[in-house]
């Protein structure tokens, strides 16, 4: 399925109701809009989308990672995180990028104004990601300095907490303590299931370890704990995503490695690997525990590429017969997905 009205770097979450909420990118890569809008019959139609950040132009979506996330919390409200761009209403601003935040009103008319929620972080680049949980929490992560010539090395992954659905949020503190830094153009993913809250990001220790982690928290954020789940030695930032879906208690991922996109269940699982040239990895299981992978392939950067897909059975056995490729994946995009009510399976892009 193709995105409404040419977007860019869709994102889609289905909630428990069922209803498919879909926000997606438009305009300049570099400072542009972002759109949500909603569909109650699984993507047939869709509800006219409107614009998400009250400052047009305020966002940005250069090197296919740096867009907006979204989050449906307690009593529907959707949450969206993005990278603020260094131009407002055509102008150019002081040049420092900013993590924004906005929730959906609770009359559902549009969004509140958008908030920055970076107060003592430096060098905000790779992206941003939000979470959500029934009790109100909501949970905006990023990766930055703590000072303004923080290397790759020294960065941390950093964490705002909300305790009432949005309205306020304390100011944000490091996740954990190891010294892993953050791969600075790499984005993060955050999700909440079943009373935990998980974070995956790539570190860069030493400015070469450019390892995939994964972390949890079973107290709302507070203490973290968690290991790496790859390998990855390189000099420079291969500007990579993340993908989590919960499915009961298991959480399952997927990631880039050298050009592969890796996928797993966190269970002890060791990892897989698919593609060719591949990035920006979506997973999503449905009720029958059948698995989507998908990616793309040969993009670049301000290129354009092919989508790749291929479903799983329970067991993890590839299905030879439900997989796929199509082009048309636009320069700084990527893709997405969500499992319809019958168990099928859609692609966006």
């Known amino acids: 399925m193709h995105v409404l009205n040419n977007g860019i770097q869709p994102q889609v979450v289905r909630d428990d109701k069922g209803i498919t909420h879909l926000l997606y990118y438009s305009g300049d890569p570099a400072h542009g809009d972002l759109f949500y809008t909603k569909s109650t019959n699984d993507g047939a139609t869709w509800l006219s989308p409107v614009r998400v950040n009250a400052a047009k132009g305020d966002a940005i979506a250069l090197g296919n990672i740096r867009g907006g996330q ?156 968690g290991q790496r789940i790859s390998d990855w030695l390189a000099t420079a930032c291969p500007m990579s995503t993340f993908s989590l879906f919960g499915f009961g208690h298991k959480v399952f991922q997927a990631w880039e490695r050298r050009g592969i996109i890796q996928w797993s269940a966190w269970a002890g699982e060791p990892s897989r690997g698919v593609g060719q040239s591949a990035k920006y990895p979506v997973i999503v299981v449905n009720g029958d525990g059948e698995m989507l992978v998908a990616w793309t392939e040969n993009m670049g950067w301000q290129r354009g590429g092919d989508v790749v897909w291929q479903v799983y059975d329970r067991n993890g056995k590839a299905v030879p017969s439900q997989s796929g490729r199509a082009p048309g994946v636009p320069a700084n995009s990527l893709v997405a997905a969500f499992v319809r009510a019958d168990g099928s399976f859609v692609i966006l892009f």
Do not use: M
């Open 70 to 225: 979204l989050a449906v919390g307690r009593n529907g409200i959707v949450h969206v995180v993005w990278i603020g761009s260094k131009w407002v209403y055509g102008q150019p601003t002081d040049g420092s990028l900013s993590v924004l935040y906005t929730r959906s009103q609770e009359n559902g008319r549009g969004f509140e104004a958008e908030r920055n929620l970076q107060g003592h972080t430096f060098g905000i680049d790779g992206g941003d990601s939000v979470a959500a949980d029934p009790a109100g929490h909501v949970y905006v992560v990023w990766h930055a300095g703590a000072d303004q010539n923080a290397e790759d090395k020294d960065r941390k992954v950093w964490i705002a907490i909300s305790p009432d659905n949005g309205k306020t949020f304390a100011t944000e503190h490091p996740v954990w303590k190891e010294p892993t830094g953050a791969c600075g153009c790499c984005s993060l993913k955050a999700l909440y299931v079943e009373g935990r809250l998980w974070i995956a990001y790539r570190a860069a220790q030493d400015n070469t370890h450019r390892d995939p982690y994964l972390i949890r928290s079973v107290d709302n954020g507070n203490f973290f704990y």
